[in-house]
């Protein structure tokens, strides 16, 4: 079983910061890309960041330059440090990441349960 578990979550001000980090655990053979996806009420699950296995990554055009996402591959964590906070980012944050398990050899997508974030102006 592999399991994506995050944390970091939490109520800030807007022009605040917060970081999020997931940590992926069980039985894993390799990890390639990883990211965050963020969904607000009523909208739609959308794609904020994501970095691959050498660390190429891509953002959201509503994030750049306020966000950064990086990983420890020797951690198997992907981290999402959120700058310059807006209202207009509230929403669950999800984890996602392709991964092969051990007991395969396909890469399978898995999700973490999403944490919340919420950002008062």
């Known amino acids: 079983q592999v399991q994506l578990v995050e944390s970091g979550g939490g109520l800030v001000q807007a022009g605040g910061s917060l970081r999020l980090s997931c940590a992926a655990s069980g039985s894993i053979s390799s990890i390639h890309r990883m990211g965050w996806y963020r969904q607000a009420p009523g909208k739609q699950r959308e794609l904020v960041a994501e970095v691959t296995s050498g660390g190429r990554t891509n953002y959201a055009d509503s994030v750049k330059g306020r966000f950064t996402v990086s990983r420890d591959n020797a951690k198997n964590t992907v981290y999402l440090q959120m700058n310059s906070l807006k209202p207009e980012d509230t929403a669950v944050y999800y984890c996602?990441?392709?991964?092969?398990?051990?007991?395969?050899?396909?890469?399978?997508?898995?999700w973490g349960q999403g944490t919340q974030v919420t950002v008062s102006s």
């Open positions: 996602n990441a392709e991964i092969t398990p051990r007991t395969g050899y396909l890469a399978h997508n898995y």
